[in-house]
């Protein structure tokens, strides 16, 4: 038996805050094009406001476009962390306001001296108790996995281009 390393980067388009992205086909697909029989996957977000879960995928724990109620995750995350609360990453100091409290930007300001960032301290401390990998184990040439186990992403921020790497590694 012989160790390999097979990595495959998926690009993934969220659509709101809270948006809950199965890729678990995507993940058994990488396992199955590796030819690794025994061994591992590791699952990793590249961004500090979107996570890598194992959960059920249900649309009354994680929303739906057809459900018309808040689901269960929104509740509790929003209970932790909610948009509306005061948070000192938001206060971006620019020509709008020459003293916020956070002067270090990811962005240049336009012409006007305004710097046109996310205002998003929520989806950075909802981020804090939900992962950014995850690791789950491959026999046999399969995803182990319980009956109910589906791996995720989870939108914390709003709607853009999210990049995740697939790891597979073991003997083939």
């Known amino acids: 038996m012989t160790y390999k390393a ?6 993934l388009k969220t659509k709101k805050r809270l948006h809950f992205i ?7 697909e990488v396992i ?11 699952v990793q977000t590249h961004h ?17 476009e057809d459900l018309d109620c808040e689901h269960d995750l929104k509740r509790v ?9 005061e948070y000192g990453h938001n206060d971006i100091k620019d020509a709008k306001n ?19 960032e996310c205002i998003n301290g929520h989806a950075h401390a909802q981020a804090m108790i939900l992962p ?14 319980g009956e109910w186990q589906q791996i995720m992403i989870c939108e ?16 083939y």
């Open 6 to 11: 097979v990595t495959k980067k998926l690009l």
């Open 132 to 145: 950014h990998s995850i690791t789950m184990i491959v026999k046999d040439g399969e995803l182990i996995k």
């Open 22 to 28: 199965n890729i678990t086909k995507q993940v058994e």
């Open 48 to 64: 500090t406001t979107c996570s890598v879960w194992v959960n059920e995928d249900e649309k009354n724990l994680i929303g739906h």
């Open 77 to 85: 995350l929003d209970r932790f962390a909610h948009p509306d609360e």
């Open 98 to 116: 020459p003293k916020g409290k956070r002067d270090t930007h990811l962005c240049e300001p336009d012409e006007e001296g305004v710097c046109h």
């Open 32 to 42: 199955h094009k590796s030819g690794i029989v025994n061994g591992s996957v590791i």
């Open 156 to 171: 914390l921020d709003h709607d853009r281009e999210r990049e995740v790497t697939v790891l597979v590694q073991g003997t």
